[in-house]
């Protein structure tokens, strides 16, 4: 982890985690902001799995959710959302549509007299993501909808305005939603997502992914600020420059400059949180021409980073710099693409990215309690943080028809990934 500028961010979010791994009490909220890399959800759904294990169990729901079957793409591994009735859709990368977005990036709108949503959770999730509180997002200017479900389930329902809150008096692994037009009136609704809650402490990861989204992506939805600042959170994790760096007229002034007005927006939200970058992966143009643009991105990361005193998580250089990915692919953690990782990729990436958290959460400890001895363990924290390199082995990677532990980050860099340099 490297914080070009402050560091008073991220010694507050590590004094709330701390507080809630020593004591289980509290709630820390994490949001994770990308593109195909997220909604795909094996890079955000291990790093949910990390964060919810970190002290035994911490998890206090799945969080941020949207039936994205509905505008026919791939739906995050965990869950699946089953629709009926008639709707339309809209993503921020869709320049020829327009509409309502929030935080999520992506709405969908019915008019249809009655229509059904019906919420189920993957059997094979690590953790039990049964929920008994329901939050839904949506605009309905008309106030012609009216959103029901069991009335057996229902302990308490709070409609506001542009949400309404279920607290259900069981907690339950599938849910039906239902939406009623009133009789002969005019008027649609438009869903923009939802978030399931199983626990009030714990650790609460939002992820939030888009086929394809930049930067200017997601400065397209006007009710970004109001929705991020409803979801609270203490670390925002910012995945988005991938897209934004794919060509040859890249430019690192305005790629600054969009960004910009984004951690505007994020601060208007969320003005103590955390803001770390991840840096681009390295990734071919094209299938067959290294991008340089990976490079710049780093370095306006870094910029930025020291600007709005964020933290920064160089992917870039931890998978070994430029034209790391073949070396990747090589090793059955990227695919034929040269953009996208397989999923052991994915969770590879996540254990590097984790471990550098708790690494800094462990030196943020040791530093508090002003240690001289940096190897010595600090119970109970430390003995529940693990290493970088430790995370990474864990990740199963097949070569030859065997499972063999999967390559160290050092292994990666020191593997000649930078041979085109």
Known sequence: MHYPGSRTNAERFYSK???????????VNIVQIGGSHIQAGSFSGQMRNRFQQLNGEMNAGWGFMFPYRIARTNSPFGYYIRYNGYWKTFRNV???KSGTLGVGGISATTSSP????????????ELDYS???LRIYYENTAKNYTINIDPDLVKNKVEADGYTDFELNEWVDSLQITLEKDYNSQGNFTLLGMSTETDPNGIMYHSIGVNGAHVPAFLRCQLFTEQLADLSPDLVILGLGINDAYGRKFSQARFEDHYGQLIDKIKAAAP????????NNDSYLYRRYVNKNGEKVQDSMFKMAKKYNAGVWDMFSVMGGLNSIVLWQNNGLAQSDKIHFTREGYLMIADLFFGALMKDFENFILDKKELTNKEETVPPVSATLRTTESL???VPLQVGGRLEPVVSEKHLRMSGGNNNE
């Open 94 to 96: 869709e320049g020829r």
């Open 272 to 279: 103590n949180a955390l803001i770390v970058f991840t840096t």
């Open 17 to 27: 985690l701390e507080q809630l791994v020593t004591t289980g009490e509290g709630r």
């Open 114 to 125: 009655k229509a059904e949503l019906t919420i189920l959770l993957e059997e094979e999730n």
């Open 392 to 394: 990474a082995s864990t």
């Open 131 to 133: 929920f008994n509180k």
